[in-house]
């Protein structure tokens, strides 16, 4: 599974992202963008009334937010620095509905078009990003909760090792390895900040990637603009 990263809180980025046949969806970056509840929900409603997966990146286990990403149609949560094995427990708690041994609350909603559809059909899509030196060391006990993806951060990870964006250091290497070992490459995720093209070579196995991210890539094309002048 391949897609967009967006940072940018506004649906017309959103239906830009997902103007595009080889990618599956689009990420909202609720750690590190400025999204507000309202920009979300409307994000949420116009990547998947495109017929694309929209997941929500949250930063901490916030019952409130969860349930609100949710209940707007969201098709999976990823979840910033999992460490350990009770942060893992309680991420599951709060994503699933009770009838999957959950506490999620039930409600007449847009994931179920407000009653139309059955409630509780399936479970979300749930991504644990390991983003330390810590949550690749405890990734044994972590991957005992069926992730649907271990999702590597690249840059806390890095930082976490002292030695933030340097992703040829040895040790980032061998905890890319470890973690890779662990969960099997097929359940392993990625996100592709940099260097797009290089990098996809050597991960394009990982089961789910992300790839750029809307501000880069406006970035990155106001700096070609300005070789013209």
Request: glycine fraction near 8%; include cysteine; charge should be negative.
């Amino acid at each position: 599974m391949k897609l967009l990263w967006q940072q940018i809180p506004s649906t017309t980025v959103s239906e830009i992202l997902c103007h595009n046949e080889k990618f599956d969806g689009v990420v909202l970056d609720t750690e590190h963008g400025v999204f507000s509840d309202e920009t979300i929900f409307n994000c949420i409603q116009l990547i998947t009334s495109k017929g694309k997966k929209c997941l929500v990146r949250l930063t901490e286990l916030n019952k409130t937010r969860i349930r609100y990403c949710l209940d707007a149609g969201a098709d999976g949560l990823i979840f910033s620095t999992v460490e350990d094995i009770d942060y893992a427990k309680g991420i599951f708690d709060q994503c699933r509905y009770p009838k999957f041994n959950g506490k999620r609350g039930v409600g007449l909603v847009r994931e179920n078009m407000w009653g139309e559809y059955e409630i509780e059909k399936k479970n979300p899509m749930i991504i644990a990003q390991i983003e330390t030196k810590t949550g690749v060391e405890n990734i044994e006990d972590i991957s005992k909760i069926d992730f649907d993806y271990y999702m590597v951060g690249p840059y806390d990870m890095s930082a976490s090792i002292g030695d933030a964006g340097n992703f040829n250091n040895p040790e980032f290497k061998e905890l890319l390895h470890r973690l890779k070992q662990s969960v099997g490459e097929e359940k392993m995720g990625y996100h592709i900040v940099k260097d797009v093209e290089e990098q996809f070579k050597e991960l394009s196995g990982c089961g789910f990637i992300a790839m750029s991210m809307d501000t880069l890539m406006l970035m990155e094309n106001v700096k070609e603009l300005e070789k013209i002048l």
